[in-house]
């Protein structure tokens, strides 16, 4: 197998070369002038910038200009990348359903710019601005393959503003270029732009992309030419403090708690490529709540990193191995414990820092150390938690990583075994991307190390994908080892050997409302080499989707499915539930079906649904979110999932019900308040949660959080706190 595995390594290695279209540029020129960020262009400066030129049509077709037209035009001084937008539209009608910052840019009219500041087409910088002037900024990770490297809860400063005319609409953006990091004295940037007209529903690129790709996908570029080479990068120091007022009561365990907590985050630029995070005694209080999910399976599922100070360069951490299978680094783990009964729960981080960025032009580091608090009541040790990683540049857009991980206990907890005391991890990742993107692809082989004998203590894996404008296929393989183990990784299951592989075949009308339509063979199946290599899963999916030229979508499908359950389970989760038995193996089918309106009309919808066998009974499952939108200040939501599972006796049968609205209110640019409720009889909780913030300075807040929850059955409290937390962005 690991023959297999190299010499797919090394047939990946040509596809890298493939060239992508002919170069696209403008030249940002240099000037002295004063710019007052109104969003009007009245400056004299902006009659003499060069226009970036025309745009061109990625929806509903990629193979004619743009209708309604853009024209950016920038400029440049020793501190400040000034960016001017005039943007044509059919009408003022615009749909802009908040005005909160950090939106996505689906279902509303805004423009986004891409900076790719190391022309390496795997990181880059966004910004951007809607009609009404409300901003929002991501960093772009893993070449833009989709939106797992598309990070918006990152942050920095910077100034835009618009004004709207009849027929189109202005913007003026400051970027101060210490929001970016590039090379001294570069002289050229990559760069791409690309906007939502919902009047017309016609997205538009500056650089053609194929609507195969992925808008942000990063090898799909033109270039930005400096008349001025650019100085050194001098990124500010960055201090970060806040004082958080706590106060909570446990219904379960009857006690009571306040506190006021202090901390802070610092930010230090070193180098023209690096970033050092330092965090002290950090709170994540006003991060929001996560949202909760009917699992019906045996298997963890992962949920999304929102902490700021995990968030720069996060790719460089968490992009190593299979993500659906053998991740070795996810960061959720760190703060996260096992109590003396088995619960996962929050646990103090102490302090660490994260050094993050670019050596050179080619090669790329990351370094994180962390340490966590001891709860010896809880049987919790302290943990330092510490990762090495190196990206290396290969090609045009590959890349070869190595990594080291080593969660090490600290101190001599008695109550800690021989297994717990440390773990370390190591391995090697070669990431293909090329030119043209039409060829992508992974290959890895890891190691980790613990305490005892291990014998199948690596995991590895292949993939390699294919995407034109008619076929979209790949093959992904996965070996997991039964000693594999990484605690700060996501893992859900070891002694597996996974084969996934997708062909879907893409059809494009040249007349009617449908833009595209296709069908998908999706086979994913899984053996246990611990078992002689026994097929314990398969899913068997073929899938026929269409979307329409006014942003409708829908498909039906048909799943086939086996699974051997090697321990007993019960789907139900019901308490003193009979489970099914073990050492047997279940095949069950179902047809589903899916429907996304235009998330742009003022009521839009998305559902879904399925009905069939499942396991040694049956299986009717409904859900889907409404949305209503009374722009720009309020937002109502209503997310319902419904799930009868039908067992034959005496396994239990369940009716389980997610039931999730949510109230968003924009009072204005810079106070927000929402509201979320989560019901779950599965889990029997309902959970309340309650945000306003004022953002008082820019990037900096004033939190009020109230949090309650309520067992379902009974319905009695829980848990409740409330928090005032206040935190200041201040740059030195």
């Known amino acids: 197998m690991t023959r297999t595995l190299s010499a797919l390594a090394l047939l990946f290695i040509p596809f890298s070369l493939f060239s992508q279209n002919p170069q696209k540029s403008f030249t940002v020129k240099y000037t002295n002038s004063f710019f007052q960020i109104d969003g009007v262009l009245d400056e004299v400066a902006w009659e003499t910038a060069e226009s970036a030129g025309a745009f061109q049509q990625y929806f509903p077709s990629d193979k004619v200009p743009a209708k309604y037209q853009t024209d950016i035009r920038m400029l440049t001084d020793d501190q400040t990348l000034y960016v001017g937008i005039k943007v044509f539209t059919p009408g003022n009608d615009y749909v802009i359903p908040s005005l909160e910052r950090d939106f996505r840019a689906t279902g509303n009219d805004n423009i986004s710019l891409i900076f790719d500041t190391f022309n390496d087409g795997t990181n880059a910088f966004l910004f951007g601005i809607n009609p009404m002037g409300v901003r929002r900024e991501a960093l772009i990770s893993g070449g833009g393959q989709d939106l797992r490297g598309f990070t918006t809860s990152w942050d920095v400063?910077?100034?835009?503003?618009?004004?709207?005319?009849?027929?189109?609409?202005?913007?003026?953006?400051?970027?101060?270029?210490?929001?970016?990091?590039?090379?001294?004295?570069?002289?050229?940037?990559?760069?791409?732009?690309?906007?939502?007209?919902?009047?017309?529903?016609?997205?538009?690129?500056?650089?053609?992309?194929?609507?195969?790709?992925?808008?942000?996908?990063?090898?799909?570029?033109?270039?930005?030419?400096?008349?001025?080479?650019?100085?050194?990068?001098?990124?500010?120091?960055?201090?970060?403090?806040?004082?958080?007022?706590?106060?909570?009561?446990?219904?379960?365990?009857?006690?009571?708690?306040?506190?006021?907590?202090?901390?802070?985050?610092?930010?230090?630029?070193?180098?023209?490529?690096?970033?050092?995070?330092?965090?002290?005694?950090?709170?994540?209080?006003?991060?929001?709540?996560?949202?909760?999910?009917?699992?019906?399976?045996?298997?963890?599922?992962?949920?999304?990193?929102?902490?700021?100070?995990?968030?720069?360069?996060?790719?460089?951490?968490?992009?190593?191995?299979?993500?659906?299978?053998?991740?070795?680094?996810?960061?959720?783990?760190?703060?996260?414990?096992?109590?003396?009964?088995?619960?996962?729960?929050?646990?103090?981080?102490?302090?660490?820092?994260?050094?993050?960025?670019?050596?050179?032009?080619?090669?790329?580091?990351?370094?994180?150390?962390?340490?966590t608090a001891k709860d010896p009541s809880e049987e919790i040790a302290s943990n330092n938690n510490m990762m090495l990683a190196l990206q290396q540049k290969v090609f045009g857009r590959s890349?070869?990583?190595?990594?080291?991980?080593?969660?090490?206990?600290?101190?001599?907890?008695?109550?800690?075994?021989?297994?717990?005391?440390?773990?370390?991890?190591?391995?090697?990742?070669?990431?293909?991307?090329?030119?043209?993107?039409?060829?992508?692809?992974?290959?890895?082989?890891?190691?980790?190390?613990?305490?005892?004998?291990?014998?199948?203590?690596?995991?590895?894996?292949?993939?390699?994908?294919?995407?034109?404008?008619?076929?979209?296929?790949?093959?992904?393989?996965?070996?997991?080892?039964?000693?594999?183990?990484?605690?700060?990784?996501?893992?859900?299951?070891?002694?597996?050997?996974?084969?996934?592989?997708?062909?879907?075949?893409?059809?494009?009308?040249?007349?009617?409302?449908?833009?595209?339509?296709?069908i998908e063979f999706f086979p994913i199946l899984t053996w246990r080499p611990g078992l002689d290599f026994q097929k314990t899963d398969h899913d068997i999916r073929l899938n026929y989707n269409v979307a329409m030229k006014n942003f409708d979508q829908f498909g039906i499908g048909y799943n086939n499915s086996y699974i051997f359950l090697t321990d007993s389970f019960d789907p139900t989760s019901s308490e003193n539930g009979v489970e099914l038995p073990a050492d047997r193996g279940y095949t069950f089918s179902a047809f589903n079906f899916t429907y996304t309106s235009n998330l742009a009309n003022v009521f839009a919808f998305q559902g879904e649904g399925s009905v069939g066998e499942f396991f040694n009974g049956s299986r009717f499952s409904l859900g889907g979110e409404a949305t209503l939108r009374l722009q720009p200040k309020l937002r109502l939501s209503l997310n319902v999932n419904y799930d009868r599972i039908s067992l034959p006796s005496p396994y239990p049968s369940a009716d389980l019900w997610l039931v999730s609205p949510r109230v968003g209110i924009t009072f204005s640019k810079s106070v927000f308040w929402s509201t979320l409720f989560q019901y779950s009889n599965q889990r029997d909780n309902l959970g309340i949660n309650s945000r306003l913030q004022w953002r008082f300075a820019p990037l900096s807040d004033l939190f009020i959080v109230y949090n309650d929850n309520y067992a379902v059955d009974l319905f009695e409290p829980k848990f409740r706190s409330i928090n005032l937390k206040f935190t200041y962005w201040l740059n030195i």
């Open 157 to 371: 400063k910077w100034r835009g503003e618009s004004k709207i005319y009849d027929g189109y609409y202005t913007a003026e953006m400051a970027i101060p270029l210490t929001s970016f990091k590039f090379a001294e004295g570069e002289t050229k940037w990559r760069f791409q732009s690309y906007r939502f007209d919902m009047q017309s529903n016609e997205r538009s690129n500056w650089f053609i992309i194929p609507q195969n790709q992925s808008v942000i996908n990063l090898a799909f570029m033109g270039d930005m030419l400096f008349e001025k080479p650019l100085g050194k990068s001098r990124t500010p120091l960055a201090i970060i403090p806040y004082i958080n007022a706590i106060a909570d009561k446990d219904h379960v365990l009857n006690e009571t708690n306040a506190a006021v907590k202090v901390g802070g985050d610092a930010k230090v630029a070193i180098g023209n490529g690096m970033n050092l995070d330092v965090t002290v005694n950090p709170d994540f209080s006003n991060v929001e709540v996560d949202d909760i999910f009917t699992n019906l399976t045996r298997f963890e599922i992962s949920l999304p990193e929102r902490r700021q100070f995990f968030v720069d360069n996060n790719d460089l951490f968490g992009s190593f191995g299979g993500s659906r299978d053998a991740n070795p680094f996810f960061s959720r783990r760190i703060g996260i414990a096992t109590d003396s009964s088995g619960n996962s729960v929050q646990n103090d981080i102490l302090g660490g820092i994260r050094l993050s960025g670019k050596l050179n032009k080619d090669l790329r580091l990351g370094f994180l150390n962390i340490q």
């Open 399 to 518: 890349n070869i990583g190595f990594f080291f991980i080593n969660r090490q206990s600290t101190g001599n907890a008695p109550f800690l075994t021989d297994g717990e005391r440390y773990n370390r991890v190591m391995g090697i990742d070669y990431n293909l991307a090329s030119m043209d993107n039409v060829w992508s692809g992974k290959f890895y082989a890891h190691t980790s190390l613990q305490p005892g004998e291990q014998k199948e203590n690596y995991s590895a894996g292949a993939f390699l994908g294919r995407n034109t404008r008619y076929w979209n296929i790949f093959t992904d393989l996965a070996f997991v080892g039964n000693d594999f183990r990484s605690d700060l990784g996501f893992i859900p299951r070891n002694d597996i050997l996974k084969s996934a592989t997708s062909v879907q075949r893409l059809f494009w009308p040249k007349k009617g409302p449908i833009n595209n339509h296709g």
